[in-house]
């Protein structure tokens, strides 16, 4: 049998590790394809009985498209997960929020003392997780639209958040991206049940492809607590936080524990996290916001004067959202750097904006902005709030988030 790991990242790493511990396939010879390897690394896919296929390599690739449509079998690390998993897993997607509904609902059920892991997109390789797993496990997968795309299995337990336009730079339309998200739900069995936000038109669609028990979610009416209770910022960051508790309560978790560990949960980090407080000027790393949508969200967290740097690469997004909160009363001054100024000049038009070609002068510009306006006392916040891609600057979100970290860290007043 000839297998080829398609990309040789983390997850791919992964993969080989499963494959060489599993004796299905101890007798398998392996290939590695990357795109290190040089632009011929997709020429021979057709020559393998079994591609398993890295969620950054795209289905729409003309080599991988031919091959698939001539009947190589794709599948994936997801789907291998699945096919050996022992346990109740449960999956969370979304547009935005998997990283932090996980998260939080990972430690709830471990302050449960359920026997819970976390893995799949937010880092941690899911087939690592595997030999941990019994019957009485409880395994929380965050799964991205590329590792389900063309996935034919589906969690017992699937959670739809806010699902609105992304990956529309990845996915060839809004719909397919739709489609492969709908892979959580679409496998499901009437014993299964998907939580979901029910005022989210696209997450009821979702929804409602499932065969299991449907269970819509409704923040304006949990009374176990309050956006006031949460150190997270932000009212999406509280719909995170309510998902994650009712999934918690269904599992029949405590209510007072599922309390005591929201209001002690600070949030992921690059996710509209705090990183420092320089006499009252307060900075806010928002680098994983890869969205206007989010952009916005993390604008309207905020009652105090605040400062918004934005900017990357466009990823074929609307910017409605931005255009709908560039008057909110907070919102002092806009900072844009990056390739996508010119979208967003379009959509803060009317607000004070300035432009520069560097993160770093962005800071020290917002920086300085913020001391020549503020009142003794007042509080003040710098957000570094994308709402685009890194790539135009930096390899991913998180070297970027570092770096303005780096930069916020060496200001002094």
């Known amino acids: ?6 990309g040789f990242g983390k997850e791919g790493k992964s993969v080989l590790r499963f494959l060489k511990r599993t004796p299905r396939y101890k007798n398998a010879e392996i290939d590695i394809l990357d795109k290190k390897q040089g632009k011929t690394y997709l020429g021979h896919l057709d020559a393998y009985d079994l591609i398993i296929k890295s969620p950054g390599v795209p289905f729409s690739l003309p080599e991988v498209a031919k091959a698939y ?5 794709f599948t ?5 997960f699945f096919d050996h998993a022992k346990g109740l897993l449960i999956g969370v997607t979304g547009t935005k929020g998997k990283g932090t509904t996980s998260t939080l609902l990972y430690r ?8 819970a892991y976390i893995a799949g997109n937010i880092g941690i390789p899911m087939l690592d997780v595997l030999p941990k797993l019994y019957n009485t496990s ?17 969690p017992r337990i699937a959670v739809v958040l806010d699902i609105f336009p992304d990956h529309l730079d990845a996915h060839e339309s809004f719909e397919e991206y739709l489609e492969a998200k709908g892979g959580i739900v679409a496998h499901q069995k009437e014993q299964d049940v998907v939580f979901y936000f029910s005022d989210n038109t696209y997450a009821t669609d979702l929804a409602k492809q499932s065969h299991g028990k449907h269970i819509d979610i409704r923040p304006e009416a949990f009374t176990l607590f309050s956006v006031k209770d949460l150190q997270m910022r932000g009212m999406h960051n509280f719909r995170n936080a309510v998902m994650a508790a009712s999934v918690a309560l269904y599992l029949d978790c405590d209510p007072a524990i599922i309390k005591r560990v929201v209001q002690r949960f600070v949030g992921n980090p690059l996710r509209l996290q705090k990183v420092r407080d320089l006499d009252g ?15 916005a969200a993390a604008i309207q967290a905020f009652e105090t004067p605040t400062i918004l740097i934005a900017g990357g690469r466009d990823k074929g997004f609307p ?3 931005l255009k709908r909160v560039a008057r909110w009363p907070a919102l002092q001054h806009v900072v844009l ?9 379009k959509a803060f038009k009317g607000e004070e904006i300035t432009e520069v070609h560097e993160l770093e002068k962005a800071v020290r510009t917002a920086f300085r902005y913020v001391m020549k306006r503020r009142k003794k006392g007042e509080l003040w916040n710098i957000v570094f709030s994308p709402g685009a891609a890194s790539f135009d600057m930096f390899k991913n979100y998180k070297e970027r988030g570092k770096k303005f970290n780096e930069i916020v860290k060496s200001l002094k007043i």
């Open 337 to 345: 750097v990056g390739e996508n100024t010119s979208l967003l000049k």
């Open 1 to 6: 049998m000839r297998i080829a790991i398609l």
């Open 138 to 154: 409880i395994a929380i997968l965050e799964l991205s639209s590329f590792q389900l795309h063309h996935l034919l299995f589906s």
């Open 69 to 73: 449509a001539n009947g190589t079998m």
């Open 319 to 321: 910017y409605d959202a």
């Open 281 to 295: 000027i307060l900075f806010y790393n928002d680098s994983a916001s890869t969205n206007p949508i989010s952009t």
């Open 76 to 80: 994936s690390a997801t789907a291998l």
């Open 108 to 115: 709830i059920l471990k302050q449960c003392k359920k026997d």
